[in-house]
């Protein structure tokens, strides 16, 4: 493994307690970042936080109250965030959009796209005080080319292309950067969300022949969260196994 230099940084990684969120999790701790973990899954964040020496908090990111007692507990016990990874994320159900469940839109809107709104606007003022931060948002390939039987989940990785491109904007002038991912499919929990059908229409996608695996999209996010990521802002950064067209 690479060395990456985040030594002396505090990380919050939301969705940390198992597949991409964890994978950041270990490999920015292994840079030398202190982690904590934002999850719905307390019992489960607790174990990983213990294990890589970290902090953890139970955080409904849909909710602003919950995100700021999670951020004012979190630098209490580590001291200021320097670096957002807001990752927490569904897939909600595979259907039409004619048969898609209204109740079932609306929760991935507000866990995939409202929840990173949320967690970066509650670090942002401190980084921007501060002079100082770095925000790495996962996206999807799917926010890119639209999944069929996917429409809310393409539609929230979208919002979040463009939300971490204007964000970037405001804060361009300042040494805090803020970029996004776009993964094709990793093998994690998510997938028990899925039919199949569209994993397999996943795979079929990718030129690679494989899906990724969660410490190479790890790789990528702690160098998009270190100090050599000085110049890149607003930017969208693929690891699709050559499923990128644009």
């Known amino acids: ?7 002396g940084q505090v990380a919050v990684v939301t969705g940390g307690a198992r597949g991409i969120g964890l994978a950041v999790a270990e490999r920015a701790t292994a840079s030398g970042a202190r982690c904590a973990v934002w999850d719905v899954d307390l019992a489960e964040a607790e174990a990983v936080a213990k294990r890589l020496g970290g902090f953890a908090a139970q955080v409904d990111v849909t909710d602003d109250g919950a995100v700021a007692a999670a951020l004012a507990a979190t630098e209490a016990a580590l001291g200021p965030v320097g670096i957002l990874v807001a990752n927490a994320g569904i897939t909600g159900p595979n259907a039409p959009v004619e048969d898609y469940p209204i109740d079932a839109w609306r929760r991935v809107i507000e866990i995939d796209l409202t929840g990173v709104f949320l967690c970066c606007r509650a670090v942002v003022p401190g980084m921007r005080a501060r002079n100082a931060g770095r925000i790495v948002n996962i996206a999807s390939i799917a926010g890119k080319e639209g999944n069929p039987n996917a429409a809310a989940y393409s539609a929230a990785k979208a ?14 002038a300042t040494d805090v950067r803020v970029n996004c991912v776009t993964p094709a499919a990793a093998k994690t929990d998510i997938f028990k969300q899925m039919t199949q059908a569209q994993i397999d229409y996943m795979l079929s996608k990718i030129p690679a022949g494989r899906f990724a695996g969660v410490g190479e999209i790890a790789a990528l996010v702690c160098w998009l969260a270190s100090p050599d990521c000085s110049f890149s802002t607003g930017g969208v950064f693929d690891v699709s196994g050559g499923r990128a067209t644009y």
């Not at 919002?159 to 361009?172: P, Q």
Request: proline share 0%.
């Open 159 to 172: 919002g979040v292309i463009g939300f971490t491109k204007s964000l970037g904007k405001e804060l361009a």
């Open 1 to 7: 493994m690479n060395q990456l230099d985040l030594k």
